[in-house]
């Protein structure tokens, strides 16, 4: 009697796990993997830190190139349109962190203890903090 409870839930259980999700269509299935691929990639790309040439080198950088690309025209013509554009996109590229402040400010610590604090964090000069205390006080008048 044992045996066959034994072999009714073990086909019940069979039952159950036949039943499989439906197959993915190939469309969905591309979809599946390439947002897969893109969050891979764009996660890779947000590892990545800027500890590269600072701007003002990135932008002579590409003056160079586009100079080289003058000269490189008489010799390789099709060579020298992208030597060129490469050297416009560098200097605009570089012009764009520049403008925005392509490093990050921080304290210079050693050894867990502030060494020299960054200019930008510091309180303000004497003169714009008594504006400041004059204009508060002013103002709550």
């Known amino acids: 009697m044992s045996g066959s ?13 036949g039943e499989w999700t439906p197959r ?14 893109l969050y891979r990639w764009q996660e890779a790309i947000a590892r990545m830190r ?3 040439l600072p701007a003002d080198q990135m932008m002579l950088v590409g003056m160079v190139l586009i100079v080289f690309a003058y000269f490189l025209r008489l010799a390789l013509p099709a ?20 403008v925005t402040g392509g490093r990050r400010r921080r304290d210079i610590r050693w050894r867990g203890h502030l060494v020299e604090p960054s200019p930008y964090r510091s309180s ?16 709550w008048r």
């Open 124 to 139: 303000p000069p004497p003169f714009l903090a008594w504006l400041r205390r004059w204009w508060r006080r002013r103002t």
């Open 24 to 37: 993915e269509s190939r469309s969905q299935r591309f979809r599946r993997r390439f947002r897969a691929w």
């Open 50 to 52: 800027w500890g590269g």
């Open 79 to 98: 060579g020298a349109a992208y030597v060129g554009l490469l050297g416009v996109l560098l200097f605009f590229v570089a012009f764009a962190l520049a």
């Open 5 to 17: 409870r034994f072999e009714r839930e073990l086909e019940e259980l069979l039952v159950s796990l």
